[in-house]
C-alpha cells in the first residue's frame, strides 16, 4: 500500500471556491512537506510542516498537521487559476532521512 | 539567481545508446538528489548525494549511475537506457542535507527510451 495516500487524486472546482487537499501516512509523521508542480515543470516548495497542531500559511494557502490522524491538510481559500496545478506532499516516514512523495492531486479551476 | 538547471531538458533516444543528464545549482548546497516521475507511480528517489565524492542509492537506483565529483555538480547516467526508462526526471539540491527546510528542484528532464 502506498505510504503517502493524498486525497482527492484530481479536483475540479469552480473559480473563488474553497478546497481541501488531504495527505495521510501509514506511519508517524515527524515533519511533511506541500511542494506544488505546474504540469510538466519542476517543483516549488510551498511549506514544511514539523510539529503537530502546526499550521503555516502561504498566500492563501494553508496546511496543518494533525499527527494524531497522521495526516497533514493542505487548504486553499478563494481559489484562482494560478492555484492549479499538482500538489504533493512528501515526509521521511521510514526515518532514514529520505522524502517519500505522495502520487499528487491535480488540481484544476474552471474560470 | 539561485537555481538548479538540468539538460536536456527533452531527450528522445534509442535503447542502449549510452546518455548524460546534466544537473548543476549554483547555491553551494552540499546535498543533491535525482527523482523520476511517472503516471501513477509519483515521485521516486533514484540516487543522491551528501556531499562531494559521496553518493547512495534512493529507491529505485537499478539501470542508473551518478558522480558528485564537484559540488555544484551532479550528472545521471544512463548506461544502456531502456524504454522502462521512459520518465520525466527531477534533479534536486539543498544546504542542509535530506530533509531542509526548502530543497530546490530542477525544471525537469523529459527522457523518451524507444
Known amino acids: 500500500s502506498q505510504e503517502l495516500e493524498q486525497s482527492p487524486q484530481s479536483l475540479i472546482v469552480q473559480e473563488g471556491k474553497n478546497l481541501t487537499i488531504n495527505c495521510t501516512s501509514s506511519?508517524?509523521?515527524?515533519?511533511l512537506y506541500w511542494y506544488k508542480q505546474k504540469y510538466g515543470e519542476g517543483l516549488i516548495f510551498l511549506m514544511m510542516l514539523q510539529k503537530g497542531g502546526e499550521e503555516k500559511s502561504h498566500e492563501k494557502i494553508t496546511a496543518k498537521l494533525d499527527e494524531k490522524k497522521q495526516q497533514s491538510s493542505l487548504h486553499i481559500t478563494a481559489s484562482q487559476p494560478s492555484h492549479a496545478g499538482i500538489y504533493l506532499c512528501?515526509?521521511?516516514?521510514?526515518?532514514?532521512?529520505?522524502?517519500?512523495f505522495g502520487k499528487g492531486t491535480r488540481l484544476h479551476i474552471l474560470p | 539567481e539561485a537555481q538548479v538547471t538540468q539538460n536536456p531538458r527533452y531527450l528522445i533516444t534509442v535503447t542502449g545508446k549510452k546518455l548524460t543528464v546534466t544537473c548543476s545549482q549554483n547555491m553551494n548546497h552540499e546535498y543533491m538528489s535525482w527523482y523520476r516521475q511517472d503516471p501513477g507511480l509519483g515521485l521516486r528517489q533514484i540516487y543522491y548525494s551528501m556531499n562531494v565524492e559521496v553518493t547512495d542509492k534512493g529507491d529505485v537506483p537499478e539501470g542508473y549511475k551518478v558522480s558528485r565529483k564537484e559540488k555544484r555538480n551532479f550528472p545521471l547516467i544512463l548506461e544502456s537506457p531502456s524504454p522502462n526508462q521512459t520518465s520525466l526526471y527531477f534533479c534536486?539540491?539543498?544546504?542542509?542535507?535530506?530533509?531542509?527546510?526548502?530543497?530546490?528542484f530542477g525544471p525537469g528532464t523529459r527522457l523518451t527510451v524507444l
Open positions: 512528501g515526509a521521511d516516514i521510514r526515518r532514514d532521512d529520505k522524502i517519500i
Open positions: 506511519k508517524t509523521l515527524y515533519g
Open positions: 534536486a539540491s539543498s544546504f542542509e542535507g535530506p530533509l531542509p527546510d526548502t530543497q530546490y
